[in-house]
């Protein structure tokens, strides 16, 4: 992303828009039912002796293969006339134990091995790891049947083959913790204070790994179950007369024509025992990725979300404009807070023109942009209210056909990175022939030759060759002109771009301004250039638009603005510029941060790092004032205007 | 490419030659007395340090093992001693079987895993993610020999659909049909437990992938949005989706063991389990050995599609 109107919360995460742990685990639900399940199966297993069941080895001819709801017999008796109520619970409980047991084991010596590789690093690092991963290919199950085999069958093997094959698991993610925290300071300081290596790794380091080996073990505790039952359904763990859930299950086979309920139970058992630890494995996961708590996985839509009420949809300003935004606002809904990324910005490019928008991260310039075709990200970007027009139409009442249909169309969008922004799989010579296809349906020979002629247009040597190369294979400046060329496929009306050269270095972006200037002047293409940078703004822009806090401050012809900046955060925004052309300008270099967009200040947003500022700056709503029809600024005391106050 | 397959082929040699190790280190150590195994506690001394010499076993393990390997390099993995005809023609042929088998799950848990993902993802928070994301939930968490008896009772007993045991009918079967008719229930529980993961996974790389900048960028040209998630979003997607379908080709060979019991399929799974409790260690050896070979290839499989799939690994 160019701007960070998404970040922006990331960075200033508001407190009550975060629940406590515990809380979003009950919230969900279905983690709260693993929860109670599996405390319940718990409970009843370890109060199993003090129960008032029948004994599980006792053996009643006469009562043999008894269905479900027998008298005396709630689950019905197996083939040798045993209680399977009884039998069930006792089962539970070895497998429960089996399964917890040879889980600890595994974490134990894996997570032994892993903090031993990850610390020691160098050759006991690979030997350790190489060892595990020939251990990893081998088959899992394979390797435990293996290890029974010369073990002997028993369930006691069965726990050692199940434990063993885990290893690695464990070793594994805790590994790759251990060499990241081995490099940090707080550990550089336990050597420094002579503490030995055993020391730092149980003092220092165990405890921050300890997260890692716990969410390990409650992920790998319902395979461990699942597959310690299996052993013993194959008979190689659990031997008569002992019993576990899978002992049970392979006993029932035998009779499972005659008796089915005899192996549907035990295995019913499994099954809820193994979903609740999941259930609730899950839900603890969930809780504990940040990713899924920022809502930073939520999959945006083909089309920004467009909420705003037919009543306020304000009317075209009448200029003859090839876009005309009106009032344009777009927030983010990031839990309980919105972010007005675009508070009501009107702005129009015609015909021929370049209309800059300046800004720092953050003040919403390449929301602005990305709204005008809907590429907003909704969750959790969505449109609040406004317009935009384009050549009279308006974009957000449009439909999804039509708005495909323009997109790459009659507005195309040039972006920041091109590294990021071309896909990595294709290359670049189908991307670009994919861009042609979308709205021109010409034959392969067709396409080829008008993606031969768009690379020749924007001066890419050896075109030919490069059709076939991928966007890995090209340098920053290659990347940026194929995606250049993409957006002309078509013949674009409106160009918009989005820091196009910002990731490149300076002969390159001078390169790529000379380029784009001569492309607008050929094709006469309306330009909307989003920059944070003035240097580029004062090669290519015929008028500027600056914004701050999402909207516009400061907006006028460019050589106005540069010459005679009115609003005080244009002119150290101009005052950053040290010298036109030099790449990595400091913009950081106005004192204090742009204000977060969720909790906007009454009256004017720059207040707090104005040197100007004065007490009635802080009230009210502040009217962006034109002076001529296409120069206006958004401040009380407008530099320049000294005495007027 | 070629180059690259030929490297990989290459470094798969010695993590070959290490499973061999392995395996013969794992049958090596075994307790107790093979020859006594084999001719019973009543068996004389003399008898026993006749057989001793004859299987080789008086010599040190590192001889051992190098009389081993060459025996296997001219396709002699020993004679079983319960079926008393060679381990390699019977390993092979039980690994056809386990391969109709496992090969038919890798492909079902493959297509419906992806399918149920990329839909899943598509529908983030709808209905459909909702139901798919508890089924496959329940579906990792049932036991695939449970679900295998549930089904011998419901299609083989209840509705007679599907035979419940064997691979062919015992009179006039042995033709395609006859096979795939034994192939629907055992091929269905053996897929359950791997589609439920690669469905999860592909869930998770393709909402990863979304947010990339180059599926807005396959927007703002105007594909479709068909075109974007199928096209562009799911190649992305199936970068890291692959290696997975390698792994869990591993973990449906291995669950074979329970689904070939269950259905008494004539794959290797259930010869050797067999072998563990008859104890005929020689076809426990061979047996694992060619089934974690052929584990190698499949990842081997998986690494050389990956790297087609993405140009940046070459």
Known sequence: ?645 | MAFYIARRLLAAIPVLFGLTVIVFLIMAMIPGDPATAILGSYATPENVARLNAQLGLDKSLLQQYFIWIGNLFHGDLGRSYTLNRPVLDEVLERFSATLTLAGTSLVLCSIFGLLAGIVSAVRQYGWADKIITFVVLIGISTPSFWLGLLLILAFAVKLRLFPASGMFAIYGGGDLPDLLRHLVLPALSLSVVATGVIARLTRTAMLEVLRQDYIRTARAKGLSERKVIYKHAFKAALVSVVPVIGIQAGFVIGGAVYIETVFQWPGIGSMLVTAISTRDLLLVQGGVLVVAAAYVLFNLVADVVQTMLDPRLR
């Not at chain 1, 610390?119 to 690979?126: F, H, I, M, Q």
């Not at chain 1, 434990?163 to 490099?183: D, E, H, K, M």
């Open chain 1, 1 to 645: 992303m160019t701007d960070a109107p998404a970040n922006a919360p990331a960075k200033a995460p508001p407190k009550s828009a975060r629940p406590g742990t515990l809380a979003l685990l009950l919230n969900n639900s279905l983690a709260t039912v693993g929860l109670i399940v599996l405390a319940v199966i718990c409970l009843v297993a370890l109060a199993t002796p003090l129960l008032p069941l029948a004994d599980p080895d006792a053996t009643a001819p006469a009562d043999r293969l008894l269905p479900v709801f027998s008298d005396g017999h709630l689950l019905g008796t197996d083939h040798l006339g045993r209680d399977l109520l009884s039998r069930l619970l006792w089962g539970t409980r070895v497998s429960l134990a089996v399964g917890v047991s040879a889980t600890l084991i595994a974490a134990f010596f894996g997570s032994l091995f892993g903090l031993v590789a990850g610390y020691a690093g160098g050759r006991t690092d690979t030997v350790i790891m190489r060892g595990i991963d020939m251990v990893m290919a081998f088959p899992y199950i394979l390797l435990a049947l293996a290890i029974v085999a010369v073990l002997g069958p028993g369930l006691l093997n069965a726990l050692y083959a199940i434990a063993l094959v885990n290893i690695p698991f464990f070793a594994r993610n805790i590994r790759g913790i251990t060499s990241g925290l081995a490099r940090r300071e707080f550990v550089d300081a336990a050597r420094l204070s002579g503490k030995s290596p055993v020391q730092i790794l149980f003092i220092e380091i165990l405890p921050n790994v300890l997260p890692v080996i716990v969410i390990t073990m409650s992920t790998t505790v319902g395979w461990m179950i699942l597959e310690t039952a299996g052993l013993s359904f194959l008979g190689l763990g659990a031997q008569p007369p002992q019993a576990d859930l899978g002992s049970m299950l392979g006993e029932g086979r035998k009779i499972l024509f005659t008796a089915p309920h005899v192996s549907i139970i035990p295995g019913l058992m499994i099954f809820v025992l193994v979903m609740s630890i999941n259930l609730f494995g899950d839900g603890v996961r969930d809780v504990l990725d940040p990713r899924l708590r920022a809502g930073s996985l939520s999959r945006p839509v083909a089309r920004t979300a467009v909420a705003r009420e037919k009543a306020e949809i304000p009317p075209p300003s009448g200029v003859p404009a090839v876009l005309d935004l009106k009032g344009l606002r777009t927030e983010f809904r990031i839990g309980s807070s919105v972010y007005k990324a675009v508070g009501g910005v009107d702005l129009h490019v015609r015909q021929g023109e370049c209309l800059g928008v300046v800004g720092e991260s953050g003040s919403g310039k390449s929301v602005t942009a990305m709204s005008v075709m809907g590429l907003v990200p909704t969750p959790p970007g969505k449109i609040a209210g406004g317009a935009a027009y384009l050549e009279g139409e308006d974009l957000f009442s449009a439909g999804d056909g039509r708005i495909r249909h323009l997109r790459g169309g009659a507005v195309a969008y040039v972006f920041q990175d091109p590294l990021s922004t071309l896909h990595p799989l294709f290359t670049v010579g189908d991307q670009l022939k994919e861009a042609i296809k979308a709205h021109q349906p010409l034959s392969r020979a067709k396409l080829k030759e008008k993606a031969l002629k768009l690379l020749s247009l924007v001066r890419i040597p050896n075109p030919r060759e490069r059709l076939a190369a991928y966007p890995h294979e090209l340098s920053g400046g290659m990347r940026q002109r194929v995606c250049i060329a993409m957006a002309l496929a078509n013949d674009a009306k409106l160009l918009i771009a989005d820091e196009p050269t910002t990731a490149l270095d300076v002969t390159v972006q001078a390169q790529v301004l000379t380029l784009m200037n001569g492309l607008r002047r050929e094709r006469n293409a309306a330009i909307l250039f989003i920059t944070h940078d003035f240097g580029v703004v004062s090669a290519i822009c015929d008028r500027v638009a600056v914004m701050y806090a999402g909207r516009i401050v400061e907006t006028g012809t460019t050589s106005e603005i540069l010459e005679n900046p009115r609003h005080p955060y244009t002119a150290r925004l101009i005052e950053c510029v040290p010298v036109l052309g030099e790449p990595e300008r400091r913009l950081d270099a106005i004192e204090g941060r742009p204000p977060v967009v969720n909790n906007l200040p009454e009256g004017c947003a720059f207040a707090d790092r104005c040197p100007r500022v004065r007490p009635e700056c802080r009230s009210g709503e502040l009217e962006l004032k034109f002076s001529a029809p296409e120069r206006g600024v958004r401040c009380l005391y407008p530099l320049g205007e000294e005495g007027a106050a």
